[in-house]
């Protein structure tokens, strides 16, 4: 599932004609850099949520045939949130354990190494695999402390220094058991309450990973892939 439903507030006034998703950085918009990878590492279905003229989304990206996948749309009113939107997509995803993507972050990611962690969630215990990346400037205090594997409580002591959420994740649909379709419903309460059972896995990224929060960012990015596929 790619998440596409966010206003996109900070990146105003580009996101007022164009949902942040479709902004575009080195020649393509930001979800098809996402579509491309998660086809290349072999995932054929694609459910996207939408809300802030999603209508151009479906219209840019079709029925995803042109990319060689399959695409399902989870039409929102209003943007749901991390946790609502997935919970509101469930019927349209299907598997019991499932990746979803921030449609607005840039990431060179192989989507192939999620097989082993999807295996894993599917075999039972674990509720959720996240994708850690160094922290950016925007988010020096981090989110999550990784261990050997594991996402630990942020309490334990001593620990290694806490790494940022990717947006990058593996769930099992047991993770929004208690969360209604069609209403808000934040992400972190949800992983908080499974860490804390032990229950999540993980793993630290260090390739190229921008969160596309802002214009500035978006245009240095664009600036930086031009320059390397120029190259």
Not at 58 to 83: K, P, Q
Not at 194 to 222: F, K, M, Y
Request: charged share 20%; hydrophobic share 40%; proline share 6%.
């Amino acid at each position: 599932m790619i998440l596409a439903a966010g206003r996109g507030e900070r990146m105003r006034p580009l996101t007022d004609h164009t949902p942040k998703p479709l902004l575009q950085v080195g020649g393509k918009p930001l979800i098809v850099w996402h579509i491309e990878r998660l086809c290349a590492a072999g995932f054929t279905h694609i459910v996207i949520n939408h809300a802030h003229l999603g209508q151009q989304i479906e219209d840019t990206l079709g029925n995803g045939s042109s990319f060689g996948v399959s695409i399902d749309y989870s039409r929102e009113v209003s943007a749901l949130e991390t946790a609502g939107g997935i919970a509101t997509a469930l019927p349209l995803i299907g598997s019991e354990v499932f990746t979803v993507v921030n449609g607005d972050i840039y990431c060179e990611y192989d989507f192939s190494r999620l097989a082993e962690p999807m295996a894993r969630l599917s075999a039972g215990h674990d509720q959720a695999h996240l994708v850690l990346v160094d922290n950016p400037l925007h988010n020096l205090k981090g989110d999550f402390v990784l261990d050997a594997g594991r996402v630990i409580a942020t309490s334990l002591t001593p620990q290694p220094s806490p790494l940022t959420f990717s947006g990058i994740g593996v769930y099992h649909r047991a993770l929004f058991a208690h969360t209604p379709a069609g209403e808000k419903a934040p992400l972190a309460p949800l992983l908080r309450q499974a860490i804390d059972a032990g229950r999540v896995s993980g793993e630290h990224h260090a390739g190229r990973w921008v969160d596309v929060g802002t214009p500035a960012r978006l245009n240095a990015l664009d600036e930086e892939l031009r320059q390397h596929h120029a190259a």
